[in-house]
């Protein structure tokens, strides 16, 4: 009888939690997440984790359909998206944010961020709100959260790249980004802007010879078979935000809306740590498959004067004043 009475109410328990297993997938709301890069690189480690420490948080509620590889249109093109409610997240470089939100580019102004360090601490803090706060209002997208990316490094299919003299006559692809395509033209060349959905099969096609991105997403990229030549410049440190649309977040309550605030600062925080414990080995395994790597240490002064002296002072008013510049190089112990 008693036996008859427990398993009668076991089978009841479990008819009701299938019920509300049932009802919490009826309802799960599904979000669309963007990358511009391939599965694994960073924008990928940064955005599934962020994905899932939200889906933990909220229950069940939603859940995140990802589109690596530019499936949903070039980075820039989902920042339109993003703002005008047609997709939800986006993972992309913040280069290509820099467009649609000016004062974000003190963040690609080239040698401003020397390493992870300087990175964090500028993304992170008072600077790191006003240019999310900025991006709201310029762009019309809510930053949720920051991968650290590494320095983008160039790459080419014909040389080694060991000084500024042996750029000449190399097509190298840059992002549609005013202060990138200055700063190569700093050192003397005419680059050549491009989508970053259409740079895999240029540099196939060899309709351009190089390009520059970190060591992460030119593995995730598989750069390594169509690319030869490495040269670790230190010109911009990638920083790669996940931005979603501003409609959507305000239609969630209070509740939802800072589960997604809480989880987009654990979801940076891991960004760094997946950075530090993984550059260096992908840096090795590119070796490994091939890729010969110069450092431009040893004449890098020239590289950074020339670009520091020529791209700087053109963009204090898109970034809000030469004051911006100045007040980030004294976050970082630096001044102008
Ligand atoms: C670009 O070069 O356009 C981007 O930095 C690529 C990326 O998002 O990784």
Redesign the pocket.
Known sequence: MKKQFWSKSLAGLAAIALVFTFTAQVQAKTWKMSF??AAGGT?WETGKKYAEILEKKAGGKIKFDFFPNGQLGS?QDTVNDCSMDTLDFSV??V??LTPFSPTVGVLTLPYVIQGIDDAVALTQGTLGEELAKNTLRDAGVRIVAWTYSGFRVLTNSKRPVKTIADLKGLVIRV?KNAIMIDSYKAWGINPTPMA?SETFTALQQKVVDG?D?PFI?VNAMKFYEIQKYVTTLRYLF?L?PIIMSEELFQRQNPEMQKMILDAGKEATAYSKQWLVDTEDSIKKSLVEKGMVIDDAANGEKEWIEKATKAVWPKYYDSIGGKEKLESALKILGRSL
């Open positions: 511009g890069d924008q980075e992309l470089a280069n290509n992002p970053w390009q991105n997403t990638s790669e």
